[in-house]
């Protein structure tokens, strides 16, 4: 199932003549190719997926986030921290005090390279705040969420990450 979800991802499909695998790695190979995986614990088989993209693709390159590691030779574990987010319950905060936190700066810094006229405001905070606490302060899906700023609401992608995160997995 992973590889056929990764070939749909990167819209590929299946070659009667040719394994999937070969069919991916050739379309992921006429350049460097960066894959970026993320979540990769909740997909199964996923660790000998990327091992065989690695091994077949000469020009793949994979960036993976996951909670667990995939236990690859060519792996390379570099642990990151969730940014600080505000305990629920805190909603009396002002744009400032709200920035002070890891994660609301670290959106609002993204979101204003998507959008240069987005900053935090008393308008958008809860909101804002919400996305950080829903995203448990995940520096990556932070960035996927902030990048969405210029095609959805801040409500839109709040309302999107309460469907399992399923946002942050499509391209805009």
Do not use: K, M, W
Not at 38 to 65: F, K, S, Y
Not at 122 to 145: F, Q, T, W, Y
């Amino acid at each position: 199932p992973a590889l056929y979800a990764l070939a749909a991802a990167v819209e590929v499909r299946e070659q009667a003549d040719e394994p999937l695998l070969t069919t991916v790695c050739r379309a992921l190979s006429t350049a460097p190719a960066l894959l970026v995986l993320d979540n990769c614990e909740q997909v199964e088989g996923i660790g000998p997926l990327v091992a065989d993209l690695l091994r077949e693709g000469p020009h793949i390159a994979v960036l993976a986030t996951s909670r667990a590691p995939l236990h690859l030779r060519a792996e390379r574990r570099l642990p990151v921290p969730p940014l600080a987010v505000p305990d629920r319950g805190v909603e009396q905060l002002t744009a400032d005090e709200a920035r002070a936190f890891s994660a609301v700066d670290f959106f609002v810094r993204r979101a204003g390279a998507v959008d240069p006229d987005f900053d935090l405001d008393d308008d958008n905070l809860s909101a804002v705040l919400e996305i950080c606490r829903r995203v448990e302060g995940s520096p990556l899906a932070l960035e996927l969420a902030a990048a969405r700023t210029d095609v959805l609401s801040l409500r839109d992608i709040e309302a999107r990450l309460s469907a399992q995160l399923s946002l942050l997995a499509t391209e805009h």
